[in-house]
């Protein structure tokens, strides 16, 4: 496993742990009801929170080869890849189009 695939797996993981406790700070910081005090808390621990647990850090990338640009979303592969396993019928459900 390259170094970038691992990376992107720990990014991952962390934004799946701490992702309720960001909406919660989030939701806290825009709800205009609450005093200035308690937002401006949690404001604070939003900043604390590690930078990696942000879903815009995520970058998609293949999980064979770690390419990063021209990855398919549904099946986490790049284009190279994806054409080769799909080619060797490996994809269940994808079939080479004729006409």
């Known amino acids: ?3 970038s695939i691992h990376k992107d797996d720990l990014k ?7 992702e309720l406790k960001r909406l919660q700070y989030k939701y806290i910081i825009n709800n205009h009801t609450i005093d200035k005090f308690t937002r401006l808390q949690n404001i604070e621990k939003l900043n604390k929170l590690n930078r990696n647990t942000c879903k815009v850090r995520v970058k998609n ?13 549904l099946f986490r592969l790049s284009r190279i890849k994806f054409r080769e396993l799909a080619n060797e019928g490996l994809i269940p459900g994808v079939t080479k189009a004729s006409w």
């Open 1 to 3: 496993m390259s170094n």
């Open 61 to 73: 990338r293949c999980v064979l080869t770690g390419r990063s640009r021209a990855v398919y979303k």
């Open 12 to 18: 991952r993981q962390l934004v799946f742990k701490n």
